[in-house]
C-alpha cells in the first residue's frame, strides 16, 4: 500500500499555485510582504486667465499635504502652471516667479516705448497706437492679436529651457500633456512632445486676445474652446485617481450684455462651460474636484496674483481632510521629490556656445539684414539675458506678430544652434493708424482735425520705409518721406521728404484782443543724411541736409475797428533755401503721461530768405525739451521750449506763438507770437486708482507756466513774461490723451478747457 505523504504535499502545492489555499496561512513562511501599489495621481489643471494663478496656490498645498502628483494635463493658463511644475519647478520657486513678474507689462501690445526707432516714437506723439489697421493682398486687415504673447513666450522660454532637450513630454519630470484648439477643424489637440514653451503658449492663444500660433502645421488657438478640464487626457495616460481643479470665469450677469464685447465674451463663457461640466460628469468618486472660491476677480486681473495665489492656498487648505486620502508616508513622498529632482537634474544648461544663428520665417536677404541687428553670433557663450535683448529688439520694429527663439543641439558637441523664429505681421506690410485732435475753450473758440498716417515698411530688401501723414480741419497737412538704410547694420541713411500745409491763424493785438485772422501756407521739401543713434536708432537720429521752402501769408478777414496799416497786415510771398540739421533724442517711457524719460528736439537751417526781389540771410532755431520723473504714484514733468528767426517778412503773421492748454494756459491759441520765443512748465499729475476700460490709466493734476514771444531781440526782458496755470483730470485713452481742465491766466482768461490730442 503507498504512503499518502506525498499525494497530500501534491494537493497542497496545485492548491496554492490555483490559488484555493488562503495565503495568510502560508504568510509566515513567506517571508515580509509589500506594500500594495498606490494609485497614479493625475492632477487637471483648467484655463481662466489670471484666475489660473490660483493653481500655485493649491501645489502649494498638495506638496505640504505629501500629495505626489504622478501626470499632469493643463489648459490655457492651467497648462502654464502646470507646465511648469512638470518641467521641474517647485510650487514656491513657481509662486516667487510668479509674484516677482510684471504682469502689467507681459500682455503689453507692443515693446517698451525706449526701445523703438525714432520714426516709430514719432508718430507716438501725433497717433495713438490703438487705433491700427493693415493692408494687405488688396484688403484692409484688423491685428490679428489685441495684445503681445512676446514677453509671455520668452518667460516660457527661459523657465523651460532645461526641459528643451526632451523627446517627449514624458520624460519631463513629472510627465505632461497640453490642451489647445485647432483653428481649422476645431478638433482638441494633446500636445505630447516637441517644444514645451510653444505648447504652453499655444494653448493659451486666447481669441482676439492673443495671435494663434502655428505649431507642426496647424493654427492652434486657446484648448478652453473644446476642453478646458482635460480629464480624459489625464485617464488616458494612465490616472488611476484624478484631481480636478476647475477655476474658469464664471457667467456674468445680464448688466454685461448691452455691448458686442459683453456679448461675445459670455457666448466663449458660456461654450467654455458646457465642455467643463461634461468632464465633471466623469468624475468619479474616487476622484476630487477643487473649485477655488475667487468670487468676482476675472480673466483678465493679472494684477492682482498675490491675492489669486492666496485664494487658492487658503481653499486648498479647506480642504485637506480630503487631500489627505492620497498622501503618502514621508518617505514615500521624500522618495518622489527625489525621483522628480533626479530627472530634473539631467536638463542640459547653458554652459556651451552658439554654434549657429538662423532665421525661420524670412527670406536669405531678410535674414542676412536681420542677423546685423543682433547682438549675439557665433563662437560666443550661450547668454540668456543677451539673446532676449535680441529678440526684444527684432519685435519692437513692429514688422513681426510673432518673435520667438530656441536652442537646437549641434550634433553630440555643447555648442547649440541659436534658432530666431519670426512670422511677419498677417496685416501689415502697409499699417495705417488714425488720430484725432478735439479742443474748446466753452466760449465759442475751438478747431477739431483728423489725422491719418500710413507706413509701408520694407518697401525694398535694404528696409527701406515709406511714410504718408494726412491732416484734414482747422490745419490741412499732407507730408511723405522715403528713409532709405545704407549699410546692413543700418547705421547711416538718406531720406528725402516734402511737407505742405494750410494753417488759419489768429491774430492778437498787444492787448490781447483778436483783431483779424489770416491763412499761412508752406510747402518744404528736402533731403537729409542721418545717422541713428544707439541700436536701430532707440536713443535718437542725427540729421544734416538741404532745406527748401515756399511760404504765403494773408490775412483774411480784419476788425474794421483796426486800420490794416497799424498792423503791417498784408500778403505776403517769401522762399527759403539752407542747410539743416536736426537732432531727437527721445527716451519718454509714454508719448502721453510719461512717467519717466526724457526728449530734446533741436533743429537750426542758415540760409537765404528771398522776399519781393530782396535777399537776405536768416538763421531759424527751435528747440524744445521735457524730462520727466516720478517718486511712486507723484510724477512732475518739466518742460522747455526756445525758438528764434532773424527774418521774417513784415507782416508775415509771426512764425512762433504760445497760447492754449499747457501752453500758457489761459491765453487764446495764438494769442502770443513773435520772432523769438521763451516758455517754460512745469506738470505735476498722479495716477489715479481707476480703471475705465477705455484707458491705459486715468491722472488728476496742474500745471504752471511761464513764457512769451517778442517781435524784436531789444523787447526780451524776462520781466515781461506772462504766465499760465492749469488744473486738469486727464486720461491716456485709446484715440490720444484727453483733458478736462479749469485754465486761468492773470493777463488771459479764466475757463473750462477740453481737449482730446495733443495739448
Given at each position: 500500500?503507498?504512503?499518502?505523504?506525498?499525494?497530500?504535499?501534491?494537493?497542497?502545492?496545485?492548491?496554492?499555485?490555483?490559488g484555493?489555499?488562503?495565503?495568510?496561512?502560508?504568510?509566515?513562511?513567506?517571508?515580509?510582504?509589500?506594500?500594495?501599489?498606490?494609485?497614479?495621481?493625475?492632477?487637471?489643471?483648467?484655463?481662466?486667465?489670471?484666475?489660473?494663478?490660483?493653481?500655485?496656490?493649491?501645489?502649494?498645498?498638495?506638496?505640504?499635504a505629501?500629495?505626489?502628483?504622478?501626470?499632469i494635463?493643463?489648459?490655457?493658463?492651467?497648462?502654464?502652471?502646470?507646465?511648469?511644475?512638470?518641467?521641474?519647478?517647485?510650487?514656491?520657486?513657481?509662486?516667487?516667479?510668479?509674484?516677482?513678474?510684471?504682469?502689467?507689462?507681459?500682455?503689453?501690445?507692443?515693446?517698451?516705448?525706449?526701445?523703438l526707432?525714432q520714426?516709430r516714437?514719432?508718430?507716438?506723439?501725433?497717433?495713438?497706437?490703438?487705433?491700427?489697421?493693415g493692408?494687405?493682398?488688396?484688403?484692409?486687415?484688423?491685428?490679428?492679436?489685441?495684445?503681445?504673447?512676446?514677453?509671455?513666450?520668452?518667460?516660457?522660454?527661459?523657465?523651460?529651457?532645461?526641459?528643451?532637450?526632451?523627446?517627449?513630454?514624458?520624460?519631463?519630470?513629472?510627465?505632461?500633456?497640453?490642451?489647445?484648439?485647432?483653428?481649422?477643424?476645431g478638433?482638441?489637440?494633446?500636445?505630447?512632445?516637441?517644444?514645451?514653451?510653444?505648447?504652453?503658449?499655444a494653448s493659451?492663444?486666447?481669441?482676439?486676445?492673443?495671435?494663434?500660433?502655428?505649431?507642426?502645421?496647424?493654427?492652434?488657438?486657446?484648448?478652453?474652446?473644446?476642453?478646458?478640464?482635460?480629464?480624459?487626457?489625464?485617464?488616458?495616460?494612465?490616472?488611476?485617481?484624478?484631481?480636478?481643479?476647475?477655476?474658469?470665469?464664471?457667467?456674468?450677469?445680464?448688466?454685461?450684455?448691452?455691448?458686442?464685447?459683453?456679448i461675445?465674451?459670455?457666448?466663449?463663457?458660456?461654450?467654455?462651460?458646457?465642455?467643463?461640466?461634461s468632464?465633471?460628469?466623469?468624475?468619479?468618486?474616487?476622484?476630487?474636484?477643487?473649485?477655488?472660491?475667487?468670487?468676482?476677480?476675472?480673466s483678465?486681473?493679472f494684477?492682482?496674483?498675490?491675492?489669486?495665489?492666496?485664494?487658492?492656498?487658503e481653499?486648498?487648505?479647506?480642504v485637506?481632510?480630503?487631500?489627505?486620502r492620497?498622501?503618502?508616508?514621508?518617505a514615500?513622498y521624500?522618495?518622489?521629490?527625489?525621483?522628480?529632482?533626479?530627472?530634473a537634474?539631467?536638463?542640459?544648461?547653458?554652459?556651451?556656445?552658439?554654434?549657429?544663428?538662423?532665421?525661420e520665417?524670412?527670406?536669405?536677404?531678410?535674414?542676412?539684414?536681420?542677423?546685423?541687428?543682433?547682438e549675439?553670433?557665433?563662437?560666443?557663450?550661450?547668454?540668456?539675458?543677451r539673446?532676449e535683448?535680441?529678440?526684444?529688439?527684432?519685435?519692437?520694429?513692429?514688422?513681426?506678430?510673432?518673435?520667438d527663439?530656441?536652442?537646437?543641439?549641434?550634433g553630440?558637441s555643447?555648442?547649440?544652434a541659436?534658432?530666431?523664429?519670426?512670422?511677419?505681421?498677417?496685416?501689415?506690410?502697409?499699417?495705417f493708424?488714425?488720430?484725432?485732435?478735439?479742443?474748446?475753450?466753452?466760449?465759442?473758440?475751438?478747431a477739431?482735425?483728423?489725422?491719418?498716417?500710413h507706413?509701408?515698411?520694407?518697401?525694398n530688401?535694404?528696409?527701406?520705409?515709406?511714410?504718408?501723414r494726412?491732416q484734414?480741419?482747422?490745419?490741412?497737412?499732407?507730408?511723405?518721406?522715403f528713409?532709405?538704410?545704407?549699410?546692413?547694420?543700418a547705421?547711416?541713411?538718406?531720406?528725402?521728404?516734402a511737407?505742405?500745409?494750410?494753417?488759419?491763424?489768429?491774430?492778437?493785438?498787444?492787448?490781447?484782443?483778436?483783431v483779424?485772422?489770416?491763412?499761412?501756407?508752406?510747402?518744404?521739401?528736402?533731403?537729409?543724411?542721418?545717422?541713428?543713434?544707439g541700436?536701430?536708432?532707440?536713443l535718437?537720429?542725427?540729421?544734416?541736409?538741404l532745406?527748401g521752402?515756399?511760404?504765403?501769408?494773408?490775412?483774411?478777414?480784419v476788425?474794421?475797428?483796426?486800420?490794416?496799416?497799424?498792423?503791417?497786415?498784408?500778403?505776403?510771398?517769401?522762399?527759403?533755401?539752407?542747410?539743416h540739421?536736426?537732432?531727437?533724442?527721445?527716451?519718454?517711457?509714454?508719448?502721453?503721461?510719461?512717467?519717466?524719460?526724457?526728449?530734446?528736439k533741436?533743429?537750426?537751417?542758415?540760409?537765404?530768405?528771398?522776399?519781393?526781389?530782396?535777399?537776405?540771410?536768416f538763421?531759424?532755431l527751435?528747440?524744445?525739451?521735457?524730462?520727466?520723473?516720478?517718486?511712486?504714484?507723484?510724477?512732475?514733468?518739466?518742460?522747455?521750449?526756445?525758438?528764434?528767426?532773424?527774418?521774417i517778412?513784415?507782416?508775415?503773421?509771426?512764425?512762433?506763438?504760445?497760447?492754449?492748454?499747457?501752453?500758457?494756459?489761459?491765453?487764446?491759441?495764438?494769442?502770443?507770437?513773435?520772432?523769438?520765443?521763451?516758455?517754460?512748465?512745469?506738470?505735476?499729475?498722479?495716477?489715479?486708482?481707476?480703471?475705465?476700460?477705455?484707458?491705459?490709466?486715468?491722472?488728476?493734476?496742474?500745471?504752471?507756466?511761464?513764457?512769451n514771444?517778442?517781435?524784436?531781440?531789444?523787447d526780451?526782458?524776462?520781466?515781461?513774461?506772462?504766465?499760465?496755470?492749469?488744473?486738469?483730470i486727464?486720461?491716456?485713452?485709446?484715440?490720444?490723451?484727453?483733458?478736462?481742465?479749469?485754465?486761468?491766466?492773470?493777463?488771459?482768461?479764466?475757463?473750462?478747457?477740453?481737449?482730446?490730442?495733443?495739448?
Open positions: 500500500m503507498l504512503s499518502t505523504r506525498p499525494l497530500a504535499v501534491l494537493c497542497l502545492s496545485l492548491a496554492l499555485l490555483a484555493l489555499w488562503p495565503v495568510q496561512a502560508v504568510a509566515a513562511d513567506t517571508g515580509p510582504t509589500t506594500a500594495p501599489p498606490r494609485p497614479r495621481v493625475g492632477l487637471v489643471l483648467s484655463g481662466g486667465g489670471a484666475r489660473g494663478l490660483s493653481h500655485v496656490g493649491v501645489l502649494k498645498v498638495l506638496e505640504a505629501r500629495v505626489p502628483v504622478d501626470l494635463v493643463g489648459t490655457s493658463m492651467g497648462a502654464i502652471i502646470g507646465g511648469l511644475y512638470a518641467s521641474g519647478m517647485t510650487a514656491d520657486e513657481l509662486e516667487r516667479e510668479i509674484l516677482a513678474l510684471e504682469w502689467g507689462s507681459l500682455f503689453d501690445s507692443r515693446e517698451p516705448r525706449q526701445l526707432s520714426r516714437k514719432e508718430e507716438d506723439l501725433e497717433l495713438s497706437p490703438v487705433l491700427r489697421l493692408f494687405r493682398d488688396g484688403e484692409f486687415r484688423l491685428p490679428t492679436g489685441a495684445v503681445s504673447t512676446r514677453a509671455l513666450e520668452t518667460m516660457l522660454r527661459r523657465y523651460t529651457l532645461p526641459a528643451r532637450h526632451r523627446a517627449s513630454f514624458d520624460g519631463l519630470p513629472t510627465p505632461f500633456r497640453a490642451v489647445a484648439t485647432d483653428m481649422e477643424t478638433q482638441a489637440v494633446v500636445m505630447d512632445h516637441g517644444d514645451l514653451a510653444a505648447a504652453l503658449r493659451m492663444s486666447v481669441p482676439g486676445v492673443f495671435s494663434p500660433l502655428e505649431l507642426d502645421g496647424r493654427i492652434l488657438g486657446d484648448g478652453g474652446l473644446v476642453n478646458n478640464l482635460p480629464v480624459d487626457v489625464a485617464r488616458r495616460m494612465g490616472a488611476d485617481v484624478i484631481i480636478a481643479v476647475s477655476i474658469g470665469t464664471p457667467l456674468a450677469g445680464r448688466e454685461t450684455l448691452g455691448s458686442l464685447l459683453g461675445t465674451t459670455q457666448m466663449v463663457n458660456i461654450l467654455t462651460e458646457q465642455n467643463v461640466q468632464s465633471i460628469a466623469t468624475l468619479t468618486t474616487q476622484d476630487l474636484l477643487l473649485q477655488p472660491p475667487l468670487g468676482t476677480l476675472n483678465a486681473n494684477n492682482r496674483a498675490p491675492e489669486l495665489v492666496r485664494l487658492g492656498t481653499y486648498a487648505e479647506s485637506r481632510e480630503a487631500l489627505n492620497f498622501a503618502v508616508s514621508p514615500q521624500a522618495d518622489w521629490v527625489a525621483q522628480r529632482q533626479a530627472v537634474d539631467t536638463g542640459v544648461t547653458t554652459a556651451g556656445s552658439v554654434g549657429a544663428l538662423r532665421f520665417g524670412v527670406d536669405a536677404s531678410r535674414a542676412q539684414r536681420l542677423s546685423q541687428m543682433v549675439s553670433e557665433p563662437g560666443q557663450p550661450i547668454d540668456l539675458a539673446i535683448d535680441d529678440v526684444q529688439q527684432l519685435a519692437a520694429t513692429g514688422d513681426y506678430e510673432q518673435v527663439y530656441r536652442l537646437e543641439r549641434i553630440s555643447r555648442d547649440e541659436l534658432v530666431v523664429r519670426l512670422r511677419e505681421n498677417r496685416w501689415g506690410p502697409n499699417y493708424r488714425l488720430g484725432l485732435d478735439l479742443r474748446t475753450d466753452f466760449d465759442g473758440q475751438g477739431f482735425n483728423l489725422r491719418l498716417s507706413n509701408r515698411h520694407w518697401v530688401r535694404r528696409g527701406a520705409e515709406w511714410r504718408n494726412f484734414l480741419g482747422e490745419t490741412l497737412g499732407a507730408f511723405t518721406e528713409y532709405q538704410p545704407l549699410d546692413r547694420r547705421n547711416w541713411f538718406v531720406s528725402a521728404w511737407d505742405a500745409s494750410l494753417k488759419r491763424v489768429d491774430v492778437f493785438d498787444a492787448e490781447g484782443q483778436q483779424a485772422t489770416g491763412k499761412r501756407r508752406g510747402l518744404q521739401v528736402g533731403a537729409d543724411i542721418g545717422w541713428p543713434i541700436l536701430q536708432g532707440s535718437g537720429e542725427l540729421r544734416l541736409g532745406v521752402s515756399a511760404r504765403r501769408a494773408a490775412p483774411d478777414l476788425s474794421s475797428s483796426v486800420a490794416d496799416q497799424s498792423l503791417g497786415l498784408s500778403t505776403q510771398r517769401w522762399r527759403e533755401t539752407g542747410l540739421a536736426a537732432l531727437i533724442s527721445d527716451q519718454l517711457d509714454y508719448a502721453n503721461f510719461p512717467s519717466s524719460g526724457y526728449r530734446f533741436g533743429d537750426v537751417v542758415f540760409g537765404r530768405l528771398r522776399n519781393s526781389g530782396n535777399s537776405s540771410e538763421v531759424r527751435d528747440s524744445s525739451f521735457t524730462a520727466v520723473r516720478s517718486w511712486g504714484e507723484h510724477t512732475f514733468n518739466l518742460g522747455a521750449r526756445l525758438a528764434y528767426v532773424n527774418q517778412p513784415l507782416g508775415a503773421l509771426d512764425e512762433y506763438s504760445l497760447g492754449g492748454f499747457q501752453n500758457l494756459s489761459g491765453y487764446r491759441v495764438g494769442q502770443v507770437a513773435g520772432n523769438h520765443l521763451l516758455f517754460g512748465r512745469i506738470t505735476y499729475y498722479r495716477r489715479m486708482p481707476w480703471n475705465v476700460g477705455v484707458a491705459r490709466a486715468v491722472f488728476a493734476g496742474g500745471s504752471l507756466e511761464a513764457g514771444a517778442w517781435l524784436q531781440r531789444s526780451i526782458s524776462f520781466k515781461g513774461l506772462r504766465t499760465g496755470s492749469s488744473l486738469f486727464g486720461a491716456d485713452t485709446g484715440v490720444g490723451p484727453f483733458y478736462l481742465s479749469l485754465v486761468h491766466a492773470a493777463r488771459g482768461y479764466t475757463g473750462l478747457y477740453l481737449l482730446l490730442g495733443r495739448p
